[in-house]
């Protein structure tokens, strides 16, 4: 091992070279979380995780998964995966597990091509470090890479940015009425749950009803003070807990209106999965959001509850304002990119970097 480290530190040979570009160009090792597919914890990260990881696949890449705990639950198993890669291999991390571990990734960049997925930057120190030493990053929306700019002063040719697909999926029928809304996303505070319920309250004296779908294990007792706060509103307002697959169909099918108060959003694949379906978006003007969006639906300004019940009162209220905003979603649905694009985005990712590696170590 000492030898083929030194090798790769010094430059490879023409023969060497080839040989490395013949295994790495279809081959990449990914470094997942654990619970990547547990389904009863449904993450944005986690279903872009998976459908990356399978798209690859079907794309001809010889996918070798290595599953860790995320850094401060298993450093030591994070340690153990990267020693595991081939000398001169590609990797794909993900961006929960590398950010937070640089002592473990930075003194083996120059051994492994790593390729830091970004889902959500931190903005620290040691993500600072673990991006700088990495071949290239992937992240999920021109906003994300615009933040890493600033953040890290990474050059924009490091940095690619892999859309998240979106299955296709049979459109609503929405309700004459427009009172049933839907929220999807993890009871925690980025969220925005307390937003929305205030939103919420400021609409009470309308009809509608709100289902707040996603799971509510992540931090106990906020979800706890949320469910609280929407027994406040009476038996209109529910905390169902996670749905996925069929349930989760049904409840899209069902509803007239996804409101998303996210703090923070790289991108929102709760938002296309919504037009996905025909389903018009409230959402909050965070981070990605407005390149899920199109022209979609609304946005308003993030945090702001007044804001936020304002726009439900004119959707509530407004009939031409829902048509005009259903065949908005509509027109969005039809320019929705599949998951396929998205991993092969990845995949130029990927090649550029392990070419770009072996020829800087040729010369």
Known sequence: MGELRAAAVTGPSKLDLASSLRRTSREVHFVLPEGVDDPARP???????????GELAALGWAVREHVVPRP???LVALADAVRRIPDGAVALLDGLIASGAPEVLVPEARRVRQVVLMHMPLGDRREREVLRAAAAIVTTSEWSRRRLGELYGLPSERVRVAEPGV????????????DRLL??????????????LDGLAATADLPWRCACVGPLDRDPGWAAEMRRRANELGPRVSLPGPRT???????????????????AET??????????????????DAGGVSEALGRGGLLVPPGDAAALGAALRRWLQDGELRERLRRAARERRATLRPWAATAADVAVALTA???A?????AA
């Open 72 to 74: 401060g639950e298993g």
């Open 357 to 361: 590696e072996d020829l800087a170590g």
């Open 167 to 178: 299955d296709a999926a049979d459109p609503v029928r929405g309700s004459a009425a427009g």
């Open 267 to 284: 991108y929102g694949m709760v938002v296309t999965e919504a037009l996905a379906r025909g389903l018009p978006v409230l959402a909050t």
């Open 353 to 355: 970097a392990a070419r």
């Open 245 to 263: 697959g069929a349930a989760l169909d049904r409840t899209y099918a069902s509803a007239d209106l996804l409101v998303h108060a996210s703090h």
């Open 43 to 53: 993450s944005g990260g986690n279903t872009y995780d998976r459908r990356v990881r």
């Open 183 to 196: 929220s999807v996303a993890a009871v925690i505070p980025g969220k925005g749950h307390d937003v929305l």
